[in-house]
């Protein structure tokens, strides 16, 4: 394993491809760089260790994509995927935070007859929900959840019935959508 601490950033990432443990070597170069990177970023030290962990794993499970290109390092390439993974976590986070402000869970919510509204489980219904962009979501929430009408909606939101119905849509295909990748092996 000594010998494989003289090869270049490139040559171990396509060596850990047949040999995993010659990306540890990649680890320990990058992994302070990318820790103290995220850190900055997030100011909060636990959650750029996970962060940086899960960039790892891309890196790793995405080895046998990196090409060698002029101009692009693989330095460059896990920086791109490290930030990626950071500003994903990002907006996850804010969209969570955004959801959990719109959204009170009441331990007797009902659901209508609606066939839409009966295929999931509460949980499942709100991890869908939680990836749905915000708007959408919101009239997700206030019909499933809090039982809104259109009309309710349309006051509460200060938009037209039309425009709700149309956001509606939306958002059942959003949802729809995402759904399926759910079900997806």
């Not at 790793?60 to 390439?77: D, I, L, N, P």
């Not at 209508?112 to 509460?122: G, I, R, T």
Request: with cysteine; proline share 2%.
């Amino acid at each position: 394993m000594e010998t494989h601490k003289e090869k270049s950033d490139s040559e171990l990432l396509a060596l850990s491809v047949n040999h995993p443990s010659a990306f540890g070597i990649l680890v320990d170069r990058y992994q302070k760089e990318f820790l103290r990177k995220v850190t900055f970023i997030l100011k909060n030290k636990e959650e750029a260790e996970d962060i940086v962990q899960d960039a790892f794993v891309k890196i790793y499970t995405h080895a046998s994509k990196f090409k060698v290109q002029e101009g692009a390092t693989f330095k460059s390439w896990g920086y791109k995927i490290l930030l990626n993974t950071c500003y994903t976590y990002c907006k996850k986070k804010k969209r969570e935070q955004q959801f959990r402000e719109y959204i009170e869970i009441d331990a007797d919510l009902v659901f209508s007859e609606n066939e839409f509204e009966k295929k999931f489980d509460l949980d499942q219904t709100l991890s869908i929900i939680s990836k749905i962009p915000v708007a959408l979501a919101r009239m997700l929430t206030l019909t499933l959840l809090e039982g809104k009408t259109y009309e309710d909606i349309a006051e509460i939101e200060n938009l037209t019935p039309g425009a709700v119905r149309t956001r509606m849509h939306r958002a059942k295909r959003e949802f729809e959508k995402i759904q399926q990748e759910y079900a997806k092996p």
